[in-house]
């Protein structure tokens, strides 16, 4: 990738799943990247997971899926 400034979970499994955004940010190590076990155990909140010393921030954003989906039906609807 060379290179990234942030990581971040959304939606049904990146908001929910933190054995999903353990094994990822795992995975993606090798960017400098660690994450913080208890933070990454919150569900349902913005919050930060990486630790302080990670070179590469990730983070939990949850979204409304269904408010976005409502915005666009009405957007093309609306055409």
Do not use: Q
Not at 55 to 73: Q, S
């Amino acid at each position: 990738m060379n290179g990234v400034d942030g990581i971040i979970f959304t939606a049904g499994i990146g908001e929910n799943s933190a054995s999903t955004r353990a094994a990822i940010c795992e995975y993606l190590g090798y960017l400098g990247l660690e994450i913080c076990p208890e933070c990454n155990a919150k569900r349902g909140e913005d919050i930060i997971i990486s630790t302080a010393d990670s070179k590469v921030k990730a983070m939990v954003i949850p979204t409304n899926e269904e408010l976005v989906i409502a915005r666009d039906t009405k957007e093309l609807v609306a055409k």
